[in-house]
């Protein structure tokens, strides 16, 4: 079953076409036969008047002479054979061939019809005179026949050149018609490439400029669909938003309280392990939380957003020195390559975020006593982040997954799984892209970001 829509069409389109030539061939080939069949029996009643009027009575005997031009007359390359009987009433033979068969009834019109002669099939005519001498009436039946080579040569002729018109012709609709229908249907891929080329997370209306009156209402459809995905998406991310702005209150009053309670003398062993272990699953909740802030903020922010110019070498440079403490404490060597400023259009913020996130994930995994180096620069139109640390880097089979929320590829550190997703989100967000890579010499993790630069 043919499932593409132009092949429908054209097929279609073809079906009248191919009707109307099948029918006009048909008539062209009647018609052709017609005009070869008359040319053929006028020749032959032609050589057959001719002969007749060359019956004469002669001493009172009728006399049949056969002049040359009565048979040169179908002289053709085909080598057609041509028979004559020349009869007195319908039985003395006056001259020609006896086996020449006569028509089935003598009329004094000329009688043509179809014979045999010797297995060969065979146009024939008959032609009737009546001859006068002293008062004596006779009649003579003048028979002509021929192969029919020539004719269905001729034939061939005719229609031939009318049958390989008719194809050029079909072949020429069919190469319109393909032609047509690949530029009336662009509009429809053009409309499968912008919903099919969309990002997961972009809900923006397709528009309906330049389209045809017929995909409008498939259009419509289309962005009610986006609308009513939009406002379920927005929900949720508003649902998660709300819900993790009410959680950071009980979560700072109770890493309150638990702080509160650790001084306490009268605690034993037991308890002050059973309070350090809540205080512990309170900051992961705590950091999980805000975590899901960022993404949520990360997510929502509108591509079509007011710009704000920002210096991600400035935020590389703050965010290092805020996280400098937390990379003393595992002894490693943290530190900045910046070739000046280098501004994008964006929020503060989620670049905040997003090269914060890189460089504590670059410490959590990195062991102790190792390197991480952040560089920003600008190349052409786009600004470059990088984060290179020399830690145990990611598998290549792994890379796809860890921007998945919550997936964490190792679990010998401590994360919420949701640091890369937040990278990724934010990267998005302001029309940049996040790449995965191993350094030089294939050990440790290079994260590659890139942000269109900042235009005046």
């Not at 009433?89 to 028509?103: F, I, S």
């Not at 979560?251 to 001084?263: F, K, S, T, V």
Request: net charge negative.
């Amino acid at each position: 079953m043919m499932q593409s829509l132009r092949a429908r069409l054209l097929a279609w389109l073809l079906m009248p076409v191919g009707v109307f030539m099948f029918v006009t061939g048909v008539m062209s080939y009647d018609a052709a036969r017609e005009t070869a069949g008359l040319l053929q029996d006028n020749a032959l009643l032609a050589s057959a008047r001719i002969i007749g009027e060359d019956v004469e009575w002669e001493d009172g005997a009728l006399i049949a002479r056969i002049p040359p031009a009565a048979l040169e007359m179908f002289e053709s390359p085909y080598q057609d054979q041509v028979f004559y009987r020349i009869v007195k009433g319908r039985a003395r033979l006056l001259g020609g061939n006896p086996e020449l068969a006569l028509p089935e009834e003598a009329t004094p019109n000329p009688v043509f019809y179809d014979t045999s002669l010797n297995g060969q099939p065979v146009r024939a005519v008959a032609y009737e005179r009546e001859l006068y001498d002293s008062g004596a009436t006779e009649p003579v039946t003048v028979v002509v026949g021929k192969t029919q080579a020539s004719y269905r040569a001729m034939l061939e002729n005719l229609w031939r050149p009318q049958l390989i018109r008719q194809g050029l012709m079909l072949a020429l609709v069919v190469a319109l018609a393909l032609l047509g229908l690949t530029f009336e249907l662009r509009p429809l891929i053009r409309l499968k490439d912008d919903v099919a080329d969309r990002d997961a997370l972009q809900l923006e209306p397709v528009r309906i400029e330049r389209l045809p009156s017929e995909l409008r209402p498939v259009v419509d459809a289309i962005n009610q669909c986006i609308a009513r995905l939009k406002l379920h998406a927005t929900t949720q991310r508003k649902f998660i938003a709300d819900a993790a702005h009410q959680l950071r209150t009980p979560l700072a009053l109770l890493g309150a309280q638990i702080q509160c309670a650790r001084p306490c003398g009268q605690c034993g062993p037991m308890l002050t392990d059973a309070l350090a272990g809540i205080r512990r699953s309170s900051g992961k909740m705590t950091e999980m939380t805000n975590q899901l802030l960022l993404l949520a903020q990360a997510e929502s922010s509108p591509p079509d957003r007011t710009p704000v110019k920002v210096d991600l070498a400035a935020v590389v440079s703050c965010v290092l020195e805020e996280l400098v403490a937390a990379a003393q404490r595992r002894q490693i060597d943290i530190g900045a390559e910046l070739s000046g400023a280098a501004y994008v259009a964006g929020s503060a913020t989620l670049l905040m975020a997003l090269v914060s996130n890189l460089v504590d994930n670059a410490i959590r995994y990195t062991h102790e006593g190792g390197r991480v180096t952040a560089t920003c620069r600008e190349e052409d139109q786009d600004v470059v982040l990088e984060v290179i640390d020399n830690g145990p880097g990611i598998p290549a089979e792994a890379r796809g997954h860890v921007f998945e929320r919550f997936y964490r590829g190792a679990t010998d550190a401590e994360g919420t799984g949701l640091g890369l997703s937040i990278v990724r989100e934010v990267a998005h967000s302001h029309g940049g892209t996040v790449a995965l890579r191993p350094d030089a010499e294939q050990v440790g993790l290079v994260v590659t970001v890139r942000l269109p630069k900042w235009r005046d």
